[in-house]
């Protein structure tokens, strides 16, 4: 589950990470009012209007702007809310801001320069432990870094049976280029940035910059956090952040009807029991010559309502020219799929597209039985092979 950016730093400083501190607004009327609360607690007199969208890239597209006092945060505000922001990672339609983050200026004067890091916590899964990932190069695209000078690029990876030790800190800090009171500092972020990475049971916490200001403080401007789903049983506080404005509306609709789905760009849709499965069937697609329009795994308790269901959403796809149903009978009946497939073809009526089903393991004949005397225009396949030849000769 991805987060947005003020609900990142919310956990940070939960952990002690220090923050640029700031507060959501969703009209232009509250960003003046959250401006003057900031004001009021911090002193700041420019503040930094952040677009919270879940993409990066937000200061490209105009989603990040300076506003030089509080007379001009309303019309910055304004001019960001509401918008179609278009970064270089969302599609070409863009994402529509519904609130933006009201940030201190923390870029003032003082008596050294400010100095702009990248890091990041992670998974190595070549490795299967933890790595924090850092370069000098902050406030920029990491990936043009890993590319154009991959040798500012620094990882360190933590023993699980030990965890981030002292000395990892203070090398990730000394190969940063730092010293005395930034030094200092700098291990206590890294620290308190792992503890709240583990603590929260993330993916990926990513801080790109990673400010070191001008009286050698170490905070983060910003913070994309993505949580491990299968852990937000945990954090019953973290999941009620979750924001299905910024997912697939198909993708939301499919998780409330307990359907596992994600859209791919492809004319074959597919409907399958398990993940493995799922997968092999896109496989057997591509070696076909069609290309999959979805991964969808309806789960090991398929009745006829969650089948209709699945349709449905595949259906609305317009891409979809055909339609793979692959079902292993394990835990699940063939026959009651096989049903479910013959009453959701009658109750939508409006199926245009060829519905290929294979069904193997537990009372498969009988679902063969049931697609074939159905009398509806369903094609039936036993092997996986046969089903891919009729996808082939369909689409």
Same mark, same amino acid.
Request: charged share 25%; hydrophobic share 40%; with cysteine.
């Given at each position: ?9 919310? #956990? ?6 220090? +923050? ?40 490209? /597209? ?6 030089? /006092? #509080? ?10 809310? !509401?918008?179609? *922001? ?15 983050? +009201? ?11 400010? @100095?702009? %890091? ?27 870094v890993a590319e154009e000078t991959p040798h500012l690029i620094f990882t360190e990876e933590i023993d699980p049976k030990v965890g981030l030790t002292g000395f990892q800190a203070r090398k990730v800090a000394f190969n940063l280029g730092l010293s005395g009171a930034a030094f200092k500092d700098m291990?206590? %972020? ?5 503890? &709240?990475?583990?603590?929260? =049971?993330? @993916?990926? %916490? ?12 170490? *905070? ?6 993505? #949580?491990?789903?299968?852990? *937000?049983?945990?954090?019953? =506080? ?22 596992? $789905?994600?859209?791919?760009? !492809? ?34 308790? &398929? ?7 699945? $349709?449905?959403? #595949? ?12 079902? %292993?009978?394990g835990i699940v009946r063939c026959d009651r799929v096989a049903q479910g497939v013959v009453d959701a073809y009658k109750n939508m009526g409006n199926i245009n597209v060829p519905i290929i089903v294979r069904l193997q393991g537990t009372n498969a004949e009988e679902a063969k039985k049931l697609i074939?005397? @159905?009398? *509806?225009?369903?094609?039936?396949? +036993? ?5 891919? =030849? ?6």
């Amino acid at each position: 589950m991805n987060l947005h950016e003020y609900q990142g730093k919310e #956990i940070l400083a939960g952990y002690g990470v220090r +923050i640029q501190r700031g507060k959501v607004a969703q009209t232009p009327a509250e960003a003046v009012e959250v401006a003057k609360q900031l004001t009021e607690e911090t002193g700041t007199s420019w503040y930094v209007v952040k677009a919270q969208v879940h993409a990066g890239g937000r200061g490209k /597209g105009g989603g990040v702007k300076l506003a030089k /006092g #509080i007379d001009k945060v309303e019309e910055v505000a304004d001019s960001i809310i !509401g918008m179609q *922001l278009v970064t270089p990672q969302t599609s070409a339609e863009g994402k529509k801001v519904h609130q933006v983050l +009201i940030a201190e200026d923390v870029y003032y004067p003082g008596e050294s320069e400010t @100095s702009e %890091f990248y890091m990041s916590v992670l998974l190595n899964r070549s490795t299967g432990r933890n790595m924090i990932m850092y370069s000098t190069e902050g406030g920029m695209d990491i990936e043009t870094v890993a590319e154009e000078t991959p040798h500012l690029i620094f990882t360190e990876e933590i023993d699980p049976k030990v965890g981030l030790t002292g000395f990892q800190a203070r090398k990730v800090a000394f190969n940063l280029g730092l010293s005395g009171a930034a030094f200092k500092d700098m291990t206590k %972020f890294v620290t308190a940035l792992y503890k &709240a990475y583990e603590g929260a =049971d993330a @993916s990926l %916490f990513e801080i790109n910059p990673v400010l070191k200001t001008s009286d050698d403080k170490i *905070l983060a401007v910003d913070a994309k956090v993505t #949580i491990d789903d299968n852990a *937000l049983y945990r954090h019953k =506080d973290i999941a009620e952040m979750r924001d299905t404005r910024e997912e697939d509306a198909t993708e939301v609709e499919a998780g409330e009807a307990g359907l596992n $789905f994600v859209k791919l760009d !492809g004319n074959v849709g597919c409907m399958v029991n398990g993940a493995g499965l799922a997968m092999a069937t896109m496989d057997i697609i591509k070696m076909a010559g069609g290309n999959p329009a979805n991964f969808l795994d309806v789960g090991g308790t &398929a009745d006829a309502a969650r089948v209709e269901q699945a $349709f449905r959403i #595949i259906l609305r796809d317009e891409n979809v020219k055909a339609i793979l149903v692959n079902i %292993f009978g394990g835990i699940v009946r063939c026959d009651r799929v096989a049903q479910g497939v013959v009453d959701a073809y009658k109750n939508m009526g409006n199926i245009n597209v060829p519905i290929i089903v294979r069904l193997q393991g537990t009372n498969a004949e009988e679902a063969k039985k049931l697609i074939d005397e @159905s009398g *509806l225009e369903v094609h039936s396949a +036993i092997a996986l092979q046969e089903a891919a =030849d009729l996808v082939q000769e369909l689409v």
